[in-house]
């Protein structure tokens, strides 16, 4: 082998050591046969019909030398049939990995537990209660209603809070798959029919029907990951205050299969800056602790009170934080009476009639 031949395999040598590792992933025949396609035809156009300029091959080392400006080098040295070489290997290379078997791929990194250890630990409480804790099912033609007591803010935009007198509001939730009717909320001594104005609006995050939370994965980090992922643009609260208010909504003004729940309070362990109360109470007085989250953005303060002895929520707690260090401010407060199936809009559950107003 001539002197020449032996420095230019050297460096191709070395161009192939600088790349990067190739990841192991197989390629079906479409594909490979794309790519073979596409790197003749760079070769062809750019290495054949280049004329060949023999330069003398320094020796230099190279350690000190950072890889990119190494490999930069190496492209100006190698003449056009070892290049072309080095590329049909690296074609050949990519096919010899397409048609080895495959290696499991390794499955994505669990996220980290990064609620206050507190509230993980009551969460993991409730995860456990839930599995043991049946619930009815949901049929797409019913509707779940809940009975809450509600105290609400009646201040003036931009004024003070000044909190009003607990009243009783019903609701009933649509469970179609999609809908412009999306149900009902009796308040007030009066019947205010819910529409999506005209647009037809899917089962979601933001409306969690029964069979959409049957279909959720039974994975704490997918969960998390499935519901941020709907977050529309321009929503007003971070990813996580997102995630932590859907999955709050869903276990309180919802009926979650029995093998969700506990994946959703693990899912909660998973956002940052959830944190635990250990004594509030909901908007009847019922005792219990808090689950909350401060927005980073709003600086509202979404809280479930439970009990410790059932996943289900009493009810919620809404704050506003407190400006120059003085106390967050609540600003609502609500408490579950009663939730259930109910076979139309306006009839409770067990009723056969409407309901009366």
């Given at each position: 082998m001539h002197t020449t031949d032996r420095a230019h395999d050297q460096l191709v040598r070395e161009l192939l050591e600088l790349a990067p590792p190739p990841d192991p992933q197989p390629l079906d025949d479409q594909s490979r046969a794309r790519l073979e396609s596409e790197l003749l035809s760079v070769i062809h156009q750019h290495v054949i019909h280049q004329p060949v300029i023999h330069e003398p091959v320094i020796h230099e080392p190279a350690i000190h030398r950072p890889a990119r400006a190494r490999a930069r080098d190496l492209l100006g040295r190698v003449g056009p049939?070892?290049?072309?070489?080095?590329c049909l290997a690296a074609v050949v290379g990519v096919g010899a990995l397409a048609l080895q078997p495959s290696t499991p791929a390794?499955?994505?990194t669990a996220l980290p537990v990064r609620a206050e250890p507190d509230a993980v630990r009551a969460l993991d409480g409730l995860t456990s209660i839930a599995l043991g804790?049946?619930?009815?099912?949901?049929?797409?033609?019913?509707?779940?209603?809940?009975?809450?007591t509600v105290i609400s803010n009646e201040g003036t935009l931009g004024g003070a809070v000044t909190l009003g007198e607990p009243h009783e509001r019903e609701i009933w939730l649509s469970q179609a798959?999609?809908?412009?009717?999306?149900?009902?909320?009796?308040?007030?001594?009066?019947?205010?029919?819910?529409?999506?104005?005209?647009?037809?609006?899917?089962?979601?995050?933001?409306?969690?029907?029964y069979r959409w939370l049957s279909s959720l994965p039974a994975d704490p980090d997918a969960l998390i990951k499935e519901i941020a992922s709907q977050q529309h643009l321009g929503s007003p609260v971070s990813s996580?205050?997102?995630?932590?208010?859907?999955?709050?909504?869903?276990?309180?003004?919802?009926l979650v299969p029995p093998d969700l729940s506990g994946h959703l309070f693990q899912a909660l362990t998973k956002i940052p800056g959830v944190e635990h109360t250990p004594d509030v109470q909901d908007a009847v007085g019922r005792r219990g602790f808090g689950i909350s989250r401060t927005?980073?953005?709003?600086?509202v303060t979404a809280m479930w009170v439970f009990r410790p002895s059932s996943p289900v929520p009493l009810g919620t707690r809404w704050y506003l934080s407190g400006r120059g260090g003085s106390p967050a401010v609540l600003f609502g407060a609500t408490a579950v009476l009663e939730r259930g199936v109910a076979?139309?809009?306006?009839?409770?559950p067990g009723d056969r009639?409407?309901?009366?107003t």
């Open positions: 049939a070892a290049l072309v070489a080095a390794q499955g994505p804790t049946a619930t009815p099912t949901v049929a797409e033609d019913q509707f779940v209603y809940v009975r809450s798959g999609s809908t412009d009717e999306l149900g009902l909320i009796r308040e007030d001594g009066q019947d205010w029919p819910v529409t999506s104005g005209g647009y037809v609006a899917p089962a979601g995050p933001e409306r969690p029907t996580d205050q997102y995630a932590f208010e859907r999955i709050g909504d869903m276990i309180s003004e919802g927005d980073e953005f709003s600086g076979d139309a809009i306006g009839v409770r009639g409407p309901a009366a």
